[in-house]
Nanobody, 123 residues
Framework: QVQLVESGGGLVQAGGSLRLSCAASGRTFSTYFMGWARQAPGKEREFVASIGWSGTSRNYADSVKGRFTISRDNAKNTVYLQMNSLKPEDTAVYYC????????????????WGQGTQVTVSS
């Protein structure tokens, strides 16, 4: 099992940047695919980005391509989401996710989730 704790959320103006972090417990972090998803009020949870074991393979939702970057540091058991050029529609609770065998866009496939961190982008 792996436990995930997100941090780095907050309030930012449109056009600004934030970097989210997700710290994972355990010694097997490098064997998990990692992802980020978000959920806005009244909406379903949606995929944002994911990354393979070594960090070289990455996937992004079309809505964040070119603005968000996912990365990981296996030595620190941490995955990051750098968010630039933020828009009000990026406002949501952002969740970190992990899975042993999947890192696609179907959020229901991920086995482990953090508690989420709020990101609010003001116009």
């Amino acid at each position: 099992q792996v436990q995930l704790v997100e941090s780095g959320g907050g309030l930012v103006q449109a056009g600004g940047s934030l970097r989210l972090s997700c710290a994972a417990s355990g010694r097997t972090f490098s064997t998990y695919f990692m992802g980020w998803a978000r959920q806005a009020p009244g909406k379903e949870r949606e995929f944002v980005a994911s990354i393979g074991w070594s960090g070289t393979s990455r996937n992004y939702a079309d809505s964040v391509k070119g603005r968000f970057t996912i990365s990981r540091d296996n030595a620190k058991n941490t995955v990051y989401l750098q968010m630039n050029s933020l828009k009000p529609e990026d406002t949501a609770v952002y969740y970190c996710a992990a899975d042993r065998s999947y890192y696609g866009s179907r959020t229901y496939e991920y086995d482990y989730w953090g508690q989420g961190t709020q990101v609010t982008v003001s116009s």
